[in-house]
């Protein structure tokens, strides 16, 4: 396998905690949550243990493993299966973002929106679609300056815009409570447990199961994070404990003032924000939560740029990309990867822009097919812990999956089997679709993973490198 770059090592733990942070931990996603009710904190309790801690923790050693600090994805599973999996695991972490920038970009319109009180921006489709191009084409700028800049950028953004606004939100909750108001959840043994015999409970489930992807993504970077060897699963903990607490108690505090059948999913954040505020008789404090909240929004842009786009950049270096990819600028960054990836997003930012309104089908496949194709790569990622375990157990690993050998048997195949439900479970028609959209949905749905799956499978095929065949 190629290389390490000239790059050095550029990000302290802090910033690096904010880089992946900015990932996972999303304030918008609060609404979201809100609409379970109390049932919020099981859903996201059951997710958090039996998905993302796995995911963490398996991460968290393979990126320690001597020899697999580079590459991220692609490497681990490259390392059990060779390297046409191993492209095949990075080109499916990337594909789902693709799709994936165009969710976070209308956040950040409808913020700004609220900020100016411009709401055609958000409701006109050709402006919400410049605006939407607009920014992501900066930040695709921005990353350009490489992952020292970014993760300068996402440090401010993950704590002004994720950290503040979540506290800020926590604490006027906790106030409200403790004056005696009235909450919106009815908070009982009964309504934390759902009912698990309804097919809709488990959809719901695999919705937030998908509030925790993208903590392996960073990975990447650990060749840039100072004293790896101990910072980086010291990072990854902390961010897993944290977004559990943050989701649960942030989801809560939007759920305790706006009503279960008046929360907006996109406005939902804005609408706890807004009843908070009013009540306590800081208004003022409205335009600047919305901007504070489209600042967190963005620096999850950034991240999420400058983390799949590098492991790709991994494969260039390898020869199985056309070689004008492999070219880096003065900042370590395969500009021709970066402006390649935002042509995809533009693409997909016009689709689901002019082809996505009014619950459309094309905007509900959009978003299935990006579920199934992130799924199905960590189920190659779990699979692929216990290769190396089977197979790599003599490579050092500097942080080892916790338990001794049980632990790194039953945690990873805990996170296999949620993965894998979710992943049957994501094949369901969504119910906003008519009975006879159901048909046509699933088909196209089965014919594009399909696509999907091939698709790196041919890449891998007319790679330069014939030669390449182990990582």
Excluded: C
């Excluded at 350009?144 to 815009?161: D, E, N, Q, R, Y």
């Excluded at 997909?348 to 009014?358: K, R």
């Amino acid at each position: 396998m190629a290389q390490k770059t000239s790059v050095t090592k550029m990000i302290g733990v802090g910033g690096f905690i904010a880089l992946t942070g900015s990932m996972v931990a999303t304030v918008y996603g609060y609404p979201t949550f809100a609409t379970s009710g109390f049932a919020l904190v099981f859903y996201l309790l059951l997710a958090g243990i039996f998905f993302f801690l796995p995911t963490a923790l398996i991460s968290a050693e393979m990126a320690t493993g001597e020899g697999w600090q580079l590459g991220g994805v692609y490497k681990w599973v490259g390392t059990a299966f060779g390297p046409r999996w191993g492209f095949v695991a990075i080109f499916l972490q990337w594909f789902q973002i693709t799709i994936g920038f165009v969710t976070m970009l209308y956040f950040i319109v409808g913020a700004l929106s609220y900020l100016f009180d411009a709401p055609l921006i958000n409701s006109n489709q050709l402006y919400k679609f410049l605006v939407v191009i607009a920014i992501f084409w900066f930040v695709t700028y921005l990353n350009l300056k490489g992952a020292g800049f970014i993760s300068k950028l996402t440090s401010i953004s993950f704590t002004a815009g994720i950290i503040l606004p979540a506290a800020l939100l926590i604490i006027m909750a906790i106030i409200y409570v403790i004056q005696g108001n009235t909450i919106s959840v009815t908070m009982n043994w009964h309504t934390l447990i759902p009912d698990f015999s309804q097919v809709k409970t488990l959809v719901v489930l695999v919705a937030f199961m998908l509030s925790y992807l993208g903590i392996e993504a960073s990975a990447v970077h650990v060749n840039e994070l100072s004293n790896a060897k101990r910072n980086y699963p010291i990072a990854i903990l902390i961010l897993a404990f944290g977004a559990i607490v943050l989701n649960i108690f942030g989801a809560l505090s939007v759920g305790f003032v706006v009503p279960v059948d008046k929360i907006e999913l996109n406005a939902g954040i804005m609408q706890a924000f807004e009843h908070y505020l009013t009540l306590y008789n800081i208004k003022w404090l409205i335009p600047v939560s919305a901007f504070l909240l489209a600042l967190g929004a963005f620096g999850e842009v950034a991240a999420w740029v400058s983390g799949p786009i590098k492991g790709l950049q991994t494969t260039a270096m390898d020869g199985l990309l056309p070689t004008r990819f492999k070219k880096i600028n003065e900042n370590g960054v395969s500009v021709s990867l970066v402006i390649a990836q935002g042509i995809i997003v533009t693409i997909w930012a016009a689709l689901l822009t002019f082809g996505g309104t009014g619950g459309n089908i094309s905007f509900l496949l959009a978003m299935a097919l990006t579920v199934v194709a992130y799924l199905s790569m960590y189920i190659l990622l779990f699979i692929t812990y216990f290769v190396l375990r089977s197979k790599h157990g003599d490579v050092h690993r500097d942080y080892l999956v916790p338990g001794g050998k049980f632990g790194r048997f039953i945690i990873p195949f805990l996170g296999l089997l949620m993965t894998i439900g979710a992943f049957i479970i994501s094949f369901f028609p969504p119910s906003s679709l008519g009975a006879s959209e159901i048909g046509s949905y699933e088909m196209i749905l089965i014919i594009g993973f399909v696509v999907i799956m091939f698709l790196p499978h041919i890449i891998y095929h007319f790679r330069p490198n014939k030669k390449v065949t182990t990582t």
